[in-house]
């Protein structure tokens, strides 16, 4: 990864370098002949050539015509480059259109990673304590419902690779002193992966399973930027908010070997966040930016999980979700964001973006609660998470929960902007 960002830099300074450089600049205010008195004259030269009757003299006509025909087309581009660079004195609004083809590694997969195998919970399954509570718990005539009581490795996601369509809208004062940012990505993929359940306590599931689950990120901020022109460009600082959702859903055998059912899980946050702006104006026609944002997010995380064991009554219900406001629970997010690529800018209301963005962020969560909400299997079938089991479920996956966990987003996108 760090090969291909030091690559994209160093093609990003050479074709800069190119673009600027004097020779390949123009810029002259001297009067330039009319294009298309041009072009009727080497109509004229086309007409003269063809009632020629002297080869040598048709070949010269014809080609005097086709110089005349280039020098109009040079002109046409010097004159457009020319009315791109004088200043415009109007706000604008850009409305971005962008297909990004991403790759993620969720912190959802990472979070089940640390609760599936943890130090506390093969102690736990190794010294006998998990089924010790079980046969307390059916002695006592109640449900165990243990979440976590099995050692489960998780293989690395395949197909984790999708084109999101983010959307982009920017505003700028006249001077271009001033903008506001609104971006917005609603992305939902479906990656697959498979798990080795190494000691099942309750489920009698094959020990190797394949599972497919979805992942939806819903990403969108809001942010004021404030610039200072330079003599190619502008440079300025941006500050704003971000909302970050990240939601997964799974239908079928649950991961961990704990029978047939769904499991759900969202992380959701709200922060702020502080960037930097940087535009650079290789010419007439060639714009490059730079973008970077730091942010951090404070919200709720919540885990659902709803199954069907073997040899237990009744369906059961284990929801992380604390009664009520954010007292346990609480998600939080540190991250950054960087994008940075080239325009090529052909009229004022159009322009065409090559880029690339990178997104990580580190979660945790600092509590762990159990909402006791379940559906009884029979009117004798104590269904919740008793006195006997909660203590080491919440001693084990609570502990895994709370380790921080990574999240990477990042790919190259094309965009399509109009300027109105």
């Known amino acids: 990864m760090g090969t291909f960002l030091k690559f994209v830099a160093v093609l990003f300074l050479g074709v800069g370098l190119l673009f600027s450089s004097p020779g390949f600049a123009q810029g002259s205010n001297q009067k330039l002949p009319d294009p298309d008195q041009l072009e009727r004259e080497a109509d004229e030269l086309e007409y003269q050539a063809g009632k020629s009757q002297v080869q040598a003299d048709r070949r010269r006509l014809a080609l005097q015509a086709q110089e005349k025909r280039r020098q ?68 006592a005539g109640v449900n165990p419902n243990l979440l976590n009581d099995s050692v489960t490795g998780y293989s690395s996601p395949q197909g984790n690779t999708k084109t999101a369509f983010p959307i982009k809208l920017s505003y700028f004062n006249t001077a271009k002193t001033f903008g506001i940012e609104f971006n917005y990505l609603d992305l939902k993929i479906k990656p697959s992966y498979t798990t080795l359940d190494n000691a099942s306590a309750l489920a009698a599931n094959a020990p190797v399973q394949f599972h497919s689950v979805q992942y939806r990120r819903l990403d969108y901020s809001l942010n004021f930027a404030w610039y200072l022109q330079t003599a190619t460009g502008r440079i300025g600082v941006a500050v704003g908010a971000r909302n970050l959702d990240i939601i997964s859903s799974e239908y079928g055998v649950i991961p961990g070997n704990y029978g047939f059912g769904r499991l759900e899980e969202k992380a959701g946050g709200l922060g702020p966040q502080i960037g930097v702006r940087i535009f650079k104006n290789f010419n007439a026609f060639l714009l490059g930016h730079f973008k970077a944002d730091y942010f951090r997010t404070l919200g709720h995380y919540n885990r659902n999980t709803q199954g069907i064991l073997n040899g237990i009554n009744g369906p059961y219900i284990l929801d992380t979700s604390p009664p009520g406001g954010l007292k346990e629970n609480v998600l939080s997010r540190t991250g950054y964001e960087v994008d940075f690529g080239l325009s090529l800018i052909r009229s004022r209301w159009l322009k065409y973006t090559i880029g690339f963005q990178y997104t990580e962020l580190i979660s945790k969560v600092s509590g762990y609660n159990f909402n006791p909400t379940v559906f009884p299997g029979s009117p004798a079938d104590v269904l919740y998470l008793n006195q006997i089991s909660k203590p080491l479920d919440q001693f084990s996956t609570g502990s895994a929960l709370q380790k921080e966990v990574h999240d990477k987003f990042y790919g190259i996108y094309l965009s399509l902007t109009l300027t109105i």
């Open 72 to 139: 109009a087309s040079e002109i046409r581009n010097e004159l457009h480059d020319r009315e791109l660079s004088k200043p415009y004195n109007r706000p604008t609004l850009e409305v971005q259109f962008a297909a990004l083809q991403s790759t993620w590694e969720s912190e959802v997969l990472a979070r089940h990673k640390n609760i599936g195998v943890n130090n506390y919970n093969t102690f736990l399954s190794a010294n006998g304590a998990y089924q010790t509570a079980q046969t307390s718990a059916n002695n």
